[in-house]
């Protein structure tokens, strides 16, 4: 009986053994694989041109409607057109800003904007919502911060964009509450001036793709 048991035991561990053995040489279970259609996010980087960009700005008053522009210093600017993602900035440079009038320019950049003090304003964008389509004409909302007269505020601009190849071209629209942003307000006894600032961004540049 003794000895029955030990050769069952024997027969059992070998079985044990041949199993783990068999197990060990057995290639490893594949990696899952990506779902159908899935792909590496690719990024999107844009550069901007100042020579072909120009910031409008319009403000209405009692007596006339002024009409206003800026220069753009530089931009550049990076999405992810799956997740929307922005990063980047767009500097403009508040100095450059002029009316058509030099006295009212005066003003407006002595005691109003005082760019003697805040040269540039920039923004700095971080989500687009909206679908960016890089082969036809798109319009989608940018969000992010500006940094206007030493101060931050949340920002949602309208946005048009068109791509052909590696150039690019687009709009921006946006609305600045500027007394509600600590801006004096210009007006006086004879003139009232809207609180709001309408401006609109012409754009234009280069386009690469990022992994």
Known sequence: ???YTWRLARVSAGIILGVAMLLSAAPAPPRPQAAAGQTATHEIALTLDPAQAKVHCTVDSTLHTVHGSFALKSGSLRFDPQTGKT???IVVNVLSGETGNGSRDQRMHKEILETWKFAEATFRPSQID???SLTAPSDFKVKGIITLHGTD????ADVHSEFTGDHWKGTAKFDVPYTK???KDPSNFLL???PVVNMELELAGTKT???
């Open 130 to 132: 909206g679908q960016v």
């Open 1 to 3: 009986m003794r000895a």
């Open 87 to 89: 990063t980047g900035a």
């Open 209 to 211: 793709g990022a992994q």
């Open 153 to 156: 505020h949340e920002l949602i």
């Open 181 to 183: 942003w600590g801006i």
């Open 192 to 194: 009232k001036v809207k």
